[in-house]
Antibody
Framework: QLQLQESGPGLVKPSETLSLTCTVS??????????WGWIRQPPGRGLEWIGN???????YYNASLKSRISMSVDTSKSHFSLKVSSVTAADTALYYC??????????????????WGQGTLVTVSS | DIQMTQSPSTLSASVGDRVTITCRAS??????LAWYQRKPGKAPQLLIY???SLESGVPSRFSGSGSGTEFALTISSLQPDDSATYYC?????????FGQGTRLEIK
């Protein structure tokens, strides 16, 4: 069974870059059938999809965040990563990594999310 | 993006009650809808997928219905363990979106 675990700094200063890693166990991040992604939840607000990445590094980002985010996959370390640049207090949130879908025949599809990390709280503050 | 609107935002009910949460999509999503339960300090848990299919291991008191733009999650007989926040999510579009959540409290 897939297990995902987020890691990264819990405190980031305004204007700096937030960096998180999601380590995958019980499966391979390079498995061509998995479609990975990030979701966040600001305090007191709902869940917000950030973006997706496939085994080859192909990405699909939330348009509202696209200019500030980047994702990558490191198959040698069995993890994938998220970077959010120029952060503000509005980026304070509980960040989750998850398997957001599957890939087949070179195309990736979102699907019900059955594997989530436990979430990591990131606070943006000076 | 497809907007998902849940109602009510909070709900208080007694053990044994039948409870329904609704979710409306801003455009048709066929049955590409999932429901999740989220408890404090835990990741969301998938309850229902494809609008009405029960995820393995989820109690049968949970059920989902609907298609197009109108959906519902029903708990047939509320249990104390059901106290949580519930979210709907559409996956008709690669830009997945969630409802704002319904907080369910047990009286």
């Amino acid at each position: 069974q897939l297990q995902l675990q987020e890691s990264g700094p819990g405190l980031v200063k305004p204007s700096e870059t937030l960096s998180l890693t999601c380590t995958v166990s019980g499966g391979s991040v390079s498995n061509t059938s998995h479609y990975w992604g990030w979701i966040r939840q600001p305090p007191g607000r709902g869940l917000e999809w950030i973006g997706n990445i496939d085994y080859s590094g192909g990405t699909y980002y939330n348009a509202s965040l696209k200019s500030r985010i980047s994702m990558s996959v490191d198959t040698s370390k069995s993890h994938f990563s998220l970077k959010v640049s120029s952060v503000t207090a509005a980026d304070t949130a509980l960040y989750y990594c998850a398997r957001l879908g599957y890939c087949s025949g070179g195309t990736c599809y979102v699907a019900p999310i059955d594997s989530w990390g436990q979430g990591t709280l990131v606070t943006v503050s000076s | 993006d497809i907007q998902m609107t849940q109602s009510p935002s909070t709900l208080s009910a007694s053990v044994g009650d039948r409870v329904t949460i609704t979710c409306r999509a801003s455009q048709t999503i066929s049955t590409w809808l999932a429901w999740y339960q989220r408890k404090p300090g835990k990741a969301p848990q998938l309850l229902i997928y494809k609008a009405s299919s029960l995820e393995s291991g989820v109690p049968s008191r949970f059920s989902g219905s609907g298609s197009g733009t109108e959906f519902a999650l029903t708990i047939s007989s509320l249990q104390p363990d059901d106290s949580a926040t519930y979210y709907c999510q559409q996956y008709n579009s690669p830009s997945i979106t969630f409802g704002q959540g319904t907080r369910l409290e047990i009286k």
